[in-house]
């Protein structure tokens, strides 16, 4: 077998990568959706917000992984959505 280039080195990085944060990810929703119904308004806010956050780190995580798939040669940072 030929050895990895730096890109599919990376890509292969990536991909692992991605695939433990959408594990820990997972983690999160569940104990968020298990904890809603214990929680009083104030603190079902400050769940959503939590609950916001992991979404958005889901969003990047499956942009990393479309990067670690993508024959293209462009930079994560290109593959990732603006937050602006």
Do not use: H, Y
């Not at 959408?22 to 968020?32: G, P």
């Not at 298990?34 to 969003?59: N, Q």
């Amino acid at each position: 077998m030929p050895p990895l280039t730096e890109l599919a080195r990376a890509r292969a990085v990536a991909a692992a990568m991605a695939c433990d944060l959408n594990s820990e990810l997972t983690i999160i929703a569940s104990a968020a959706a298990l904890l809603r119904p214990a929680l009083d308004t104030g603190s079902r806010l400050l769940l959503i917000e939590i609950e916001r956050a992991a979404d958005r780190c889901a969003w990047k995580a499956a942009s990393v992984q479309q990067f670690a798939k993508s024959p293209a040669r462009a930079p994560v940072e290109a593959l990732l959505p603006n937050e602006g």
